[in-house]
C-alpha cells in the first residue's frame, strides 16, 4: 500500500532554513489523481495547511508562509520536498507530509494518507 | 481565510454511545468538508470526505452529513478505540483551513 515518510533535521537554528523531505513509496508520485501536501501541527494545538505540489512541479502555497515557502518535486526518487526560510519559534511544530485526493472533476479533495510526521524544534 | 469552529471541544462520553460533533465555516464551503481522526503521537486519519462519503475501510458507524456552513460527524456507538480527537477540515477554498479540533474522552 501507499506509504508517506518524511526525513530531515529535527533541529533547526532561528533564522536558518527548515528542509525536510517526504518519500512516497508503493505508487508513483507522477501518478494521476493525486496532489502532494505538506501540513503541520503546533504542539497541542490544531493543524495548519502549508501548500501543495500539483502535476509534477505546480504550487499552491499557503499566503502566511508563501514568502518563505518552497516545495518541490524530485520524481527520479519518488520524493517531494519543503524548504522554509527564516524559521523562528513559531515554526516548531510536527510536519506532515499528505496524499491529497482529486475527485473526478479534477477538485482537490481531501488528504487520505499522512506520513507519520517528523517533529522540527526551532531553537 | 475560512475560519473553522468545533464544538464541543471536548466531549465525555461511555463506549456505546451515540456521540455528535458539530463543524461550523465562516462562509459556505458547499461539501467540500472532511472528518480526520487523530490519536496521541500519531498522524491524522481520514474518515470522511465531501461532507458525507465514508473512505474506505473506515468503519459504517461513522458519518457525516451538511453542507453550506454547518456539519455533523455522528459516530453510532462509540467504541473504545474511537477515543481521539476529530478535526473538520474545508478544501473549497485556500489556504485549506482545519478546524481546531474535539477530544472525545472516557
Known amino acids: 500500500q501507499v506509504q508517506l515518510q518524511e526525513s530531515g533535521p529535527g533541529l533547526v537554528k532561528p533564522s536558518q532554513t527548515l528542509s525536510l523531505t517526504c518519500t512516497v513509496s508503493?505508487?508513483?508520485?507522477?501518478?494521476?489523481?493525486?496532489?502532494w501536501s505538506w501540513i503541520r501541527q503546533h504542539p497541542e494545538k490544531g493543524l495548519e495547511w502549508i501548500g501543495y505540489?500539483?502535476?509534477?512541479?505546480?504550487?499552491h502555497y499557503n499566503p502566511s508562509l508563501r514568502s518563505r515557502l518552497t516545495i518541490s518535486v524530485d520524481t527520479s526518487k519518488n520524493q517531494f520536498s519543503l524548504k522554509l526560510s527564516s524559521v523562528t519559534a513559531a515554526d516548531t511544530a510536527v510536519y506532515y507530509c499528505?496524499?491529497?485526493?482529486?475527485?473526478?472533476?479534477?477538485?482537490?479533495?481531501?488528504?487520505?494518507?499522512w506520513g507519520q510526521g517528523a517533529m522540527v524544534t526551532v531553537s | 481565510d475560512i475560519q473553522m469552529t468545533q464544538s464541543p471541544s471536548t466531549l465525555s462520553a461511555s463506549v456505546g454511545d451515540r456521540v455528535t460533533i458539530t463543524c461550523r465555516a465562516s462562509q459556505s464551503v458547499v461539501t467540500w468538508l472532511a472528518w480526520y481522526q487523530q490519536k496521541p503521537g500519531k498522524a491524522p486519519k481520514l474518515l470522511i470526505y465531501k461532507a458525507s462519503s465514508l473512505q474506505s475501510e473506515v468503519p459504517s458507524r461513522f458519518s457525516g452529513t451538511g453542507s453550506g456552513t454547518d456539519f455533523t460527524l455522528t459516530i453510532s456507538s462509540l467504541q473504545p478505540d474511537d477515543f481521539a480527537t476529530y478535526f473538520c477540515q474545508q478544501y473549497r477554498f485556500y489556504p485549506f483551513t482545519f478546524g481546531p479540533g474535539t477530544k472525545v474522552d472516557i
Open positions: 508503493g505508487d508513483s508520485i507522477s501518478s494521476d489523481g493525486y496532489y
Open positions: 505540489l500539483y502535476d509534477s512541479g505546480s504550487t
Open positions: 499528505a496524499r491529497g485526493m482529486y475527485d473526478y472533476s479534477g477538485s482537490a479533495d481531501a488528504f487520505d494518507i
